[in-house]
């Protein structure tokens, strides 16, 4: 039975703190009763998955960054870094690329000729074995140089940033000597170069022994007389010697083709490095992108349910809408569910061409009301977003509001308080998507620059005495055409610091608050001032209408959600109460009675 007044059903979002605006003003549903709201804490983003944030230590967690920010974000087991392999005959080119890929994408360089000139020069048991095999030109014995490169791969530097394997294999058993230990990169890059070329680019080689430069006499001279005066021609750069090596590679570079004919991408290396560079720069940036989209994708639910290893015995094997929402923190199934819903609604709409979107997500965890609000969940949602669109390509840039004010009232809504540097903090992939396909900025018009291609507002808010949406609007105006999506705003107008309502312009304010459509809107609902049980929810992902469910207890002693009824606009308060008591809809009791023919 439905307890008393069904026009008391209200949303979980009810309550207002003086610093959180209520309900954003679109909301149809009653208005909240003033209390106080929780600020998130920082002790609270303790949880691990995608992005997992440890505990905070010290008391300004925040300060410093590494030992003294107490706030570290790191990247979860699935975020895989990348790994390349480079190959190509002796003098392609592979170790000036080498340097250049160092720069751009942070991988730990792995040459196996380097390390084994190191070990020459160390005098070392090793260095004594391999030295007289380098210096004639010939393959060092396969037991030397794996234990050497499988040691150097198991280094915590390159399990993190990932490795750029140069020099090795270099031959088929030590590619499966690889394989056999299932170590495999993501791309195999050949560098392609006429024998002619690769013999003068050895007799003319000279390195640097103080920086471990590359240069050419001729193609890359030194840039000072000091420099050219300490550079060194390595031992087996004589013709002769070249010629051998050359042999030597193409009698093996068949055999390990095979091993990475799929992964093989093949680049002119007789062209100005930079051109080189160029093509393996987007080369690697795909691959990167690839990675992060497999490591970031969140799964549709159907997979990952199927996958029941992964479902908590815990937990009931809900379908849709999940279940026991009223228990925080939420599983990582049920947040991963939420996460793929505002991530597919959102792609709907910005592929259709909608640029004013908001989102508007009420699950406990997300709701300033309840004992644990995590901030740490609504940022893994911007940075699902904000990653799955940088995948296609685009430049996301991810805002979030200033401090507000001036002087004693100048201050920042309680739930942003950090955030940036949370965001700053956080862990967007080891393939810099931050900096280059995510950036993150504040709100204004000073932010939107020509190269992004679309804006995130991370839960912009008025706060007492100060209005964002003037900002906001500065903003889309400069964005143009451009998406700008905002994730659970709350731009109902606040009183002013003396208590006064600003009336100046606010039907404008309003007006273009409500410009914003819901892509993505989930709200609980309950009875008016309660926040258990759950009554039920509603739900609305773009291009669909609203769906009302209602929460039923099952025999089992589970709970679901069934569907009560779909509304093509947002329903009103008394819309979801009649559809509770399973009355006609408003509209219909309206209606004039069907006219009869006359015949
Ligand atoms: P290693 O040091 O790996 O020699 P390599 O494979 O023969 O390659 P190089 O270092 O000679 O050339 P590179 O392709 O790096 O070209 P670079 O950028 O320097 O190995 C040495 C020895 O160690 C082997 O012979 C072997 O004995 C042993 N070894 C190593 N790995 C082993 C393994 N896995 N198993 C067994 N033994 C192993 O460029 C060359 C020159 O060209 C430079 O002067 C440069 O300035 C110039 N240059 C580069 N790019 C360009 C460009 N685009 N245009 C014009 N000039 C260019």
Same mark, same amino acid.
């Given at each position: 039975?439905?307890?008393?007044?069904?026009?008391?059903?209200?949303?979980?979002?009810?309550?207002?703190?003086?610093?959180?605006?209520?309900?954003?003003?679109?909301?149809?549903?009653?208005? !909240?009763?003033?209390?106080?709201?929780?600020?998130?804490?920082?002790?609270?983003?303790?949880?691990?998955?995608?992005?997992?944030? #440890?505990?905070?230590?010290?008391?300004?967690?925040?300060? *410093?960054?590494?030992?003294?920010?107490?706030?570290?974000?790191?990247?979860?087991?699935?975020?895989?870094?990348?790994?390349?392999?480079?190959?190509?005959?002796?003098?392609?080119?592979?170790?000036?690329?080498?340097?250049?890929?160092?720069?751009?994408?942070?991988?730990?360089?792995?040459? *196996?000729?380097?390390?084994?000139?190191? +070990?020459?020069?160390?005098?070392?048991?090793?260095?004594?074995?391999?030295?007289?095999?380098?210096?004639?030109?010939?393959?060092?014995?396969?037991?030397?140089?794996? @234990?050497?490169?499988?040691?150097?791969?198991?280094?915590?530097?390159?399990?993190?940033?990932?490795?750029?394997?140069?020099?090795?294999?270099?031959?088929?058993?030590?590619?499966?000597?690889? +394989? #056999?230990?299932?170590?495999?990169?993501?791309? &195999?890059?050949?560098?392609?170069? !006429?024998?002619?070329?690769?013999?003068?680019?050895?007799?003319?080689?000279?390195?640097?022994?103080?920086?471990?430069?590359?240069?050419?006499?001729?193609?890359?001279?030194?840039?000072?007389?000091?420099?050219?005066?300490?550079?060194?021609?390595?031992?087996?750069?004589?013709?002769?010697?070249?010629?051998?090596?050359?042999?030597?590679?193409?009698?093996?570079?068949? @055999?390990?083709?095979?091993?990475?004919?799929?992964?093989?991408?093949? /680049?002119?290396?007789?062209?100005?490095?930079?051109?080189?560079?160029?093509?393996?720069?987007?080369?690697?940036?795909?691959?990167?992108?690839?990675?992060?989209?497999?490591?970031?994708?969140?799964?549709?639910?159907?997979?990952?349910?199927?996958?029941?290893?992964?479902?908590?015995?815990?937990?009931?094997?809900?379908?849709?809408?999940?279940?026991?929402?009223?228990?925080?923190?939420?599983?990582?199934?049920?947040?991963? &569910?939420? &996460?793929?819903?505002?991530?597919?609604? $959102?792609?709907?709409?910005?592929?259709?061409?909608?640029?004013?979107?908001?989102?508007? /997500?009420?699950? !406990?965890?997300?709701?300033?009301?309840?004992?644990?609000?995590? /901030?740490?969940?609504?940022? +893994?949602?911007?940075?699902?977003?904000?990653?799955?669109?940088?995948?296609?390509?685009?430049?996301?840039?991810?805002?979030?509001?200033?401090?507000?004010?001036?002087?004693?009232?100048?201050?920042?809504?309680?739930?942003?308080?950090?955030?940036?540097?949370?965001?700053?903090?956080?862990?967007?992939?080891?393939?810099?998507?931050?900096?280059?396909?995510?950036?993150?900025?504040?709100?204004?018009? #000073?932010?939107?620059?020509?190269?992004?291609?679309?804006?995130?507002?991370?839960?912009?808010? #008025?706060?007492?005495?100060?209005?964002?949406?003037?900002?906001?609007?500065?903003?889309?105006?400069?964005?143009? *055409?451009?998406?700008?999506?905002?994730?659970?705003?709350?731009?109902?107008?606040?009183?002013?610091?003396?208590?006064?309502?600003?009336?100046?312009?606010?039907?404008?304010?309003?007006?273009?608050?409500?410009?914003?459509?819901?892509?993505?809107?989930?709200?609980?609902?309950?009875?008016?001032?309660?926040?258990?049980?759950?009554?039920?929810?509603?739900?609305?992902?773009?291009?669909?209408?609203?769906?009302?469910?209602?929460?039923?207890?099952?025999?089992?002693?589970? +709970?679901?959600?069934?569907?009560?009824?779909?509304? $093509?606009?947002?329903?009103?308060?008394?819309?979801?109460?009649?559809?509770?008591?399973?009355?006609?809809?408003?509209?219909?009791?309206?209606?004039?009675?069907?006219?009869?023919?006359?015949?």
């Amino acid at each position: 039975m439905l307890p008393a007044s069904l026009s008391s059903l209200h949303s979980t979002n009810v309550r207002t703190s003086p610093y959180l605006s209520p309900l954003s003003s679109s909301s149809s549903l009653p208005s !909240p009763s003033p209390s106080l709201s929780l600020a998130p804490s920082f002790s609270h983003l303790h949880h691990r998955r995608l992005v997992s944030f #440890n505990t905070v230590r010290g008391n300004n967690p925040l300060a *410093t960054k590494a030992e003294r920010r107490g706030l570290s974000v790191t990247c979860a087991s699935t975020c895989e870094p990348l790994k390349v392999m480079i190959s190509g005959a002796p003098a392609s080119g592979k170790g000036t690329q080498c340097e250049l890929i160092v720069q751009k994408f942070g991988l730990v360089h792995i040459s *196996t000729g380097d390390l084994l000139r190191a +070990e020459v020069s160390a005098g070392s048991e090793i260095g004594n074995k391999a030295k007289e095999f380098m210096n004639a030109g010939q393959l060092v014995p396969d037991e030397i140089v794996t @234990a050497m490169v499988t040691a150097r791969l198991s280094h915590e530097d390159a399990k993190t940033k990932g490795w750029l394997l140069d020099g090795y294999p270099r031959s088929f058993a030590q590619a499966q000597s690889l +394989e #056999n230990l299932k170590i495999r990169p993501d791309v &195999y890059v050949v560098l392609d170069v !006429p024998d002619e070329i690769l013999i003068d680019r050895c007799v003319g080689r000279r390195l640097d022994p103080e920086t471990g430069k590359i240069y050419h006499l001729t193609n890359f001279p030194p840039e000072t007389e000091e420099i050219k005066a300490r550079l060194v021609t390595r031992p087996d750069d004589t013709e002769e010697k070249v010629k051998s090596r050359l042999e030597i590679y193409k009698q093996n570079a068949k @055999a390990i083709l095979s091993t990475y004919s799929n992964i093989t991408k093949k /680049i002119d290396g007789n062209r100005p490095k930079e051109m080189v560079f160029a093509d393996i720069e987007s080369l690697l940036s795909q691959a990167k992108r690839e990675k992060m989209k497999k490591t970031t994708a969140v799964k549709p639910v159907h997979e990952r349910k199927s996958r029941s290893n992964q479902v908590s015995s815990s937990q009931d094997n809900w379908k849709g809408i999940p279940t026991r929402l009223n228990n925080i923190p939420h599983s990582r199934e049920i947040r991963n &569910y939420f &996460y793929d819903d505002v991530l597919q609604a $959102t792609q709907r709409a910005v592929n259709d061409g909608r640029t004013r979107l908001k989102v508007e /997500i009420n699950i !406990p965890e997300l709701n300033p009301e309840m004992d644990v609000y995590r /901030i740490g969940t609504l940022m +893994e949602l911007v940075r699902v977003i904000a990653l799955s669109f940088a995948d296609d390509g685009k430049r996301v840039k991810v805002c979030v509001q200033g401090s507000m004010g001036e002087g004693a009232l100048a201050g920042m809504p309680l739930q942003l308080a950090g955030t940036r540097k949370i965001l700053e903090f956080m862990d967007w992939g080891d393939y810099g998507a931050k900096g280059t396909f995510v950036e993150i900025g504040s709100i204004g018009a #000073n932010e939107v620059d020509e190269q992004d291609d679309m804006f995130i507002l991370v839960a912009p808010q #008025n706060a007492v005495g100060n209005c964002i949406i003037d900002d906001m609007k500065a903003m889309t105006d400069a964005a143009g *055409t451009r998406p700008v999506i905002l994730i659970n705003p709350r731009l109902k107008d606040l009183p002013g610091s003396s208590g006064i309502m600003q009336t100046m312009g606010r039907d404008k304010r309003l007006e273009y608050a409500a410009s914003f459509e819901n892509c993505y809107f989930f709200r609980l609902l309950y009875y008016a001032g309660t926040q258990y049980p759950i009554m039920g929810a509603l739900r609305m992902t773009y291009p669909n209408g609203y769906e009302l469910y209602k929460r039923v207890d099952v025999p089992s002693g589970g +709970e679901k959600y069934v569907i009560l009824s779909t509304f $093509t606009e947002k329903p009103s308060s008394d819309d979801i109460n009649d559809a509770f008591l399973g009355k006609p809809r408003q509209r219909e009791r309206c209606a004039p009675p069907p006219t009869r023919s006359k015949s």
